[in-house]
C-alpha cells in the first residue's frame, strides 16, 4: 500500500521522528486523495509493524526507539 511506503519512509528519514504525532487521518485523506478507510489501514499497518503507537483520543504517534524516553509521546 503506498500510504504506507511513503509514511514509512517519512519516518526513515526522519521527518517523523519519534514521538512526533502523524498527520491526522482526515489531513492524509485530503493530502494524498485516499479513502479516510484507507488511510486509517495504513496507519493501522504502521502500528502493527511497530513503528506507531496509538494514543485513542489523540492519534498516532512514531514509536520511540527502545530506551528513548523523552520521546515516548505526550504525557497525561
Not at 500510504?3 to 485523506?29: E, F, H, N, Q, Y
Not at 504502521?46 to 483520543?57: A, K
Amino acid at each position: 500500500m503506498r500510504l504506507a511506503v511513503r509514511l514509512r519512509r517519512d519516518i526513515a528519514d526522519g521527518k517523523l521522528a519519534p514521538g512526533m504525532p502523524t498527520p491526522s487521518i482526515t489531513t492524509l485523506s485530503q493530502q494524498y486523495g485516499h479513502a479516510r478507510q484507507t488511510c486509517a489501514k495504513a496507519l493501522r499497518m504502521l502500528e502493527d509493524e511497530g513503528l506507531l503507537t496509538r494514543i485513542p483520543g489523540l492519534g498516532y504517534y512514531v514509536k520511540a526507539a527502545p530506551g528513548d524516553q523523552a520521546a515516548a509521546g505526550p504525557r497525561s
